[in-house]
């Protein structure tokens, strides 16, 4: 189940965009390494945890071996990872050097698993983050109301991020 909000946005590059309603998902939990590490274990009796993680941990060791060999990787259904540079410009190609390359990304294109969650997914309409702890703090405070309102004015300089 995928817990959302709706917020009003507009374009800060279009001073003529109104604003429109956008949906913000509400990450539940993020789940450490070994936490996924016994859910997976959990779900294949036959491999230990230990078994799992040292295969885990091997397998982004030797991807990021082969990423940096200039190799693209396959990863079966998960998808397929490979890297983009971002740099700095050169005024031309004699004066482009390495020390103008600022940054590697890592670049994942999504696998046939993960084509069309939407048709998959699930959703929930749940208040804001805002609106969340405003309720939160009244109901510890014995208010019987919440004003909206003004805890958006007091959080307004301080936009929610998204997908928290």
């Not at 294109?109 to 804001?128: K, M, Q, Y």
Request: charged fraction near 25%; aromatic fraction near 8%; charge should be negative.
């Amino acid at each position: 189940m995928i817990n959302y909000s709706t917020y009003l946005w507009r374009n800060p590059l279009d001073e003529e965009a109104t604003e429109m309603a956008y949906a913000k998902n509400q990450v539940t939990k993020t789940m450490t390494f070994d936490e996924f590490v016994k859910h997976i274990a959990d779900h294949n009796g036959v491999f230990t945890r230990g078994t799992v993680k040292g295969v885990v941990s091997y397998t982004c060791a030797c991807l990021v071996e082969m990423l940096l060999n200039g190799c693209k990787v396959q990863f079966g259904e998960l998808g397929t990872f490979g890297i983009s540079l971002t740099c700095e410009p050169a005024v031309s190609m004699e004066e482009f050097t390495a020390s103008n390359i600022k940054t590697v990304n890592i670049v994942f294109t999504p696998g046939e698993d993960f084509e069309n969650l939407r048709s998959r997914a699930e959703f929930a309409p749940v208040a804001s983050r805002l609106a969340q702890k405003a309720t939160l703090k009244a109901e510890k405070s014995g208010e019987a109301t919440v004003d909206l309102e003004a805890a958006k004015r007091k959080t307004a300089s301080v936009p929610e991020e998204p997908g928290v």
